[in-house]
């Protein structure tokens, strides 16, 4: 099975930064794309930004400018290097990633996974 483990949230000032980290573990064959997204109670999750596996990146309006997507091919991460870091901000972080699985039973699998999410909140 897969997991994806997140790591780097908590309590920063306004204008402060975070970093977090999300590591993908299993029988993984393949990483497409991986991604961040942010759920506030009683709101849809929306999409933070993304990444495909070639590097290329997108951001929602929100964080353009002030978050940066990245990831390391190698351990499978990805990472959210937050700066400039405003209340509005405040959410639950969830990490996304499109991946395969391969197995002797099952074959090649590509579905969704989520981590099971970290609290980053601004606040004086």
């Known amino acids: 099975q897969v997991q994806l483990v997140e790591s780097g949230g908590g309590l920063v000032q306004p204008g402060g930064s975070l970093r977090l980290s999300c590591a993908a573990s299993?029988?993984?064959?393949?990483?497409?794309?991986m991604a961040w997204y942010r759920q506030i109670p009683g709101k849809q999750r929306e999409l933070v930004a993304a990444i495909t596996g070639g590097g290329s990146a997108n951001y929602a309006d929100s964080v353009k400018g002030r978050f940066t997507i990245s990831r390391a091919n190698a351990k499978n991460t990805v990472y959210l290097q937050m700066n400039t870091l405003k209340p509005e901000d405040t959410a639950v972080y969830y990490c996304?990633?499109?991946?395969?699985?391969?197995?002797?039973?099952?074959?090649?699998?590509?579905?969704?996974?989520w981590g099971q999410g970290t609290q980053v909140t601004v606040s004086s």
């Open positions: 996304n990633a499109d991946l395969t699985t391969y197995d002797s039973d099952s074959g090649y699998v590509r579905q969704d996974y």
């Open positions: 299993g029988s993984i064959f393949s990483i497409n794309a």
